[in-house]
């Protein structure tokens, strides 16, 4: 769901004459026509915002995040974990604050696409989706990725939920039929409008032909919601964000709201149409309501209220910007039709590209998620996606800038100032603090420079401009290897006396600085985190309890000891081959080879 292929705005759905205008037989194009069957009885419409009383939490105790549904018509890549990265450090962030947080996640599993799939690699669509599901997962675990729910559409809990809510839309009345035949996309599973296609109706997303297809479906009726619409966006600006998607999702609203088609009469691998098996339910109807479904229990009794109740509204949908349309138009009505909230903000981040090139499985120029970690480990993976890629706009991955970011931020800033300083402890003080360290950070400087990077730390976190987040702390690294080299501690020792003293407390202020970067850059690299804390004589259990007042200075104690220095990050050294490889992808970028801009769209193992 997350990420299926979508492209150009107004074709994201079949489209229809709005739901209240008189209907007609006379074509829309040459090629795509509507023949209307039937309509169902409306009823009055539903307040603008959520007038349901199921438990809708309103806690600020509580934080609801997630990410899109990963659609499984391939195994995950970078494009794929990226979201996930970024979704899991704003959990671990709000955790942090002391929120209840439940990060929920999962695939969406319905749909032509999955069983061409799988009948491609000899598989049925059950036994193709268990697979690739699973390595979603084993995927998240190997990023760190801590996860409160993970929904898969395949659940027999989502299917309850999806048909009761079907069902409260469609006694609302915004559920019809009507007859569409037009171009059909097999690889986007929608239809094509033809103003859009390429010569011989190729779609412009995957170069292939659309074919010819007539379907009965039922319609949802989206336009029956343009002024609520833009009445939430106009009362809630924060709705959408960045502000520039929020200017992209009004100019698609004002341009007019079309119907579009909830169901697909020759798709057999999906939710069946309650009362009418021989249709099923159109996959983005489906999954977004995972965000839902997901909410329950395997054992606890399936219905909406119920899952309501649980946590919904979601406070933040973290998206690709192409499936904007779905979550911050067709989504809020469809919730607006069922009289249930909705979420409190929509984020829609920007594309990976590898080289210059948008990443896509349709391209083949994927970046091999499990392959990156196993070759960096996910510190770094997670530290160079989340520090070099502006949260929000485009962001590009090459291994030559890969190495040197991580390596000259982690190993060197971080890592290095850490390990030099347990050394020089351990020659001078035998691994043991001399005195706490608010007494030694007494008429220093760095310790309001410090408190000021923590607060500008925090600010960027709950603002989501992670890569901000990301370079205050860096700033904390940074003023701590230039109080190191200011004070030159290892000459003060050599000195005696009262200098050697000083040296001592020096060495207290710095493991400090270590200390609170480790609590602040724990939602980014948090195997790292732990690394720090643990040589600072802290337990796993005391990092796992940390919470963001840990940033405040005066942790740590006169008398602890701390453990044996050791590189907590090594640097990365690629091998000739690996560097001669780097090489010829400069060269290709550098004639012109390499700059082919491509539009497209994620998919839902994309987002």
Excluded at 329 to 357: E, I, N
Excluded at 527 to 550: A, E, H, M, N, P
Aim: proline share 4%; with cysteine.
């Amino acid at each position: 769901m997350a990420a299926r292929l979508n492209s150009s705005l107004h074709n994201a759905f079949c489209l229809l004459k709005p739901f209240n205008t008189p209907l007609t037989t006379k074509p829309l194009s040459s090629r795509n026509s509507f023949r209307f069957s039937k309509k169902l009885a409306s009823s009055p419409s539903r307040a603008l915002y959520c007038t349901s009383t199921l438990g809708s939490h309103e806690n600020d105790k509580t934080f609801v995040l997630t990410t899109p549904l990963y659609y499984v018509n391939a195994p995950p890549h970078m494009g794929s974990a990226y979201t996930t990265i970024a979704a899991d450090s704003i959990a671990r962030f709000q955790r942090l604050l002391g929120k209840k947080v439940i990060f929920i996640t999962g695939t969406d599993e319905h749909g032509e696409k999955i069983a061409t799939s799988a009948a491609a690699n000899g598989r049925n669509p059950a036994e193709h989706c268990d697979l690739i599901s699973q390595s979603y997962r084993t995927l998240w675990k190997e990023l760190d990725i801590a996860y409160d729910k993970f929904i898969r559409t395949t659940d027999a809990k989502h299917e309850a939920i999806v048909k009761e809510f079907y069902a409260r839309v469609f006694a609302n009345g915004d559920i019809y039929r009507a007859d569409y035949e037009g171009l059909y996309c097999v690889n986007c599973e929608e239809y094509k409008d033809e103003k859009e296609l390429l010569e011989n109706s190729c779609c412009p997303v995957h170069q292939m032909p659309c074919v010819a297809r007539k379907e009965d479906n039922y319609f949802f009726a989206l336009s029956k919601y343009q002024k609520q619409l833009e009445e939430v966006l106009s009362k809630n600006p924060l709705f959408v964000q960045p502000s520039y998607r929020l200017n992209e999702v009004q100019s698609w609203i004002k341009s007019g709201l079309r119907d579009f088609s909830i169901s697909r009469a020759l798709v057999d691998w999906g939710i069946p149409v309650p009362d009418d098996e021989k249709q099923t339910i159109y996959v983005w109807f489906d999954a977004l309501l995972g965000y839902i479904s997901a909410l329950t229990e395997d054992n606890e009794q399936q219905n909406l209220d119920t899952a309501v109740s649980l946590g919904w509204p979601a406070s933040l949908h973290l998206i690709g910007k192409d499936i904007l349309r779905f979550h911050a138009v067709y989504w809020p009505a469809m919730l607006m039709s069922a009289g249930l909230s909705l979420p409190k903000m929509v984020f829609g981040h920007g594309f990976l590209t590898k080289d210059g090139m948008k990443m896509g499985k349709s391209l083949g120029n994927t970046l091999d998620s499990f392959e990156l970690v196993q070759k960096f480990g996910p510190d770094a993976v997670r530290y160079f996606f989340l520090r070099e890629v502006e949260f929000g706009n485009d962001g590009d991955y090459s291994e030559d800038r890969f190495v040197k970011l991580v390596n000259a931020h982690l190993a060197n800033t971080i890592g290095n100032l850490l390990n030099r300083t347990l050394g020089l402890l351990k020659k001078n003080c035998d691994s043991t603090l001399v005195v706490d360290s608010t007494t030694a950070a007494e008429g220093v400087l760095l310790k309001d420079t410090v408190e000021k990077l923590v607060e500008k730390a925090r600010t960027n976190y709950e603002s989501l401009s992670l890569s901000t987040a990301c370079e205050a702390v860096l700033e904390i690294g940074n003023a701590g290897n230039s109080y190191m080299d200011q004070r030159a501690p290892w000459m003060l020792f050599k000195q005696g006396g009262v200098s050697a003293e000083a040296a001592a407390k020096d060495l207290v202020i710095i493991l400090e600085v270590m200390r609170i970067i480790a609590v602040a850059l724990s939602p980014i690299a948090p195997c790292l985190s732990l690394r720090i804390y643990s040589q600072l004589g802290y337990s796993v259990d005391q990092f796992k309890s940390i919470t963001w007042s840990d940033t405040k200075w005066g942790g740590l104690k006169g008398g602890q000891v701390m453990a044996q220095a050791s590189p907590v990050f090594a640097r990365i050294e690629l091998n000739a081959e690996e560097v001669e490889e780097e090489k010829k992808v400069k060269d290709s970028k550098k004639k012109g080879k390499a700059k082919v801009k491509v539009e497209q769209p994620q998919t839902v193992a994309e987002a």
